[in-house]
């Protein structure tokens, strides 16, 4: 399995006893909803299925995992800190009312005002904002994602309108 085949739940935080049990730190949400029989985890860039013996999710986002032929602390020790990933087929299918900011990775972006920006490229959440980052004129260019400043967002086209404040632009070009 290739990392691209897959899309990432969360990673290993700790151990948990003796028996080999790990703690897992969620980024996907209501976790309880996936299919978790068999977890990869990422090692230098492979993809290694995990069979799950048991698990159990008591708050939102953290879990713990019992995973087969993982029976000793020792074992369990050396999954701390790997990313843990599932097959894009069990990937939860989105309706357009869920639609978030993180979406637009891979949408054209265009400015009101300077025309085509390029391709979102990554979208970045902060605490209390997202932002989008495009090449345009070789530079990145930041920017925030925010209702007041997006015109338009067309998703069958994959494309946003926004209109940026003067001189945002600028600042990335001189």
């Known amino acids: 399995m290739k990392t691209e085949d897959c899309f990432e739940i969360g990673y290993i935080t700790k151990t948990k006893g003796l028996k080999g049990e790990v703690q897992v730190n969620f980024s996907v949400e209501e976790p309880e909803k996936l299919k978790l029989e068999a977890l990869f985890i990422q090692y230098d860039n492979k993809m290694i299925p995990h069979f799950v013996e048991a698990y159990k999710i008591p708050q939102k986002q953290m879990g713990y995992f019992l995973f087969e032929d993982i029976d000793h602390i020792d074992k369990a020790q050396k999954l701390v800190h790997r990313k843990l990933f599932l097959s894009n087929r069990l990937k939860p299918k989105k309706s357009k ?3 978030t900011f993180k979406d637009l990775e891979g949408f054209t972006a265009t400015d009101i005002n300077h025309g085509l920006l390029g391709e979102i ?14 090449i345009y004129k ?7 994602l925010t209702d007041d400043l997006i015109a338009n967002i067309n998703i069958n086209n994959k494309t946003l309108e926004i209109h940026l404040p003067d ?6 070009l001189e």
């Open 97 to 99: 009312e869920e639609f």
């Open 121 to 134: 490229i990554e979208v970045k959440e902060f605490p209390k904002q997202y932002i989008a980052a495009v």
């Open 138 to 144: 070789e530079r990145e260019i930041l920017f925030p």
């Open 167 to 172: 001189g945002l632009i600028d600042l990335y």
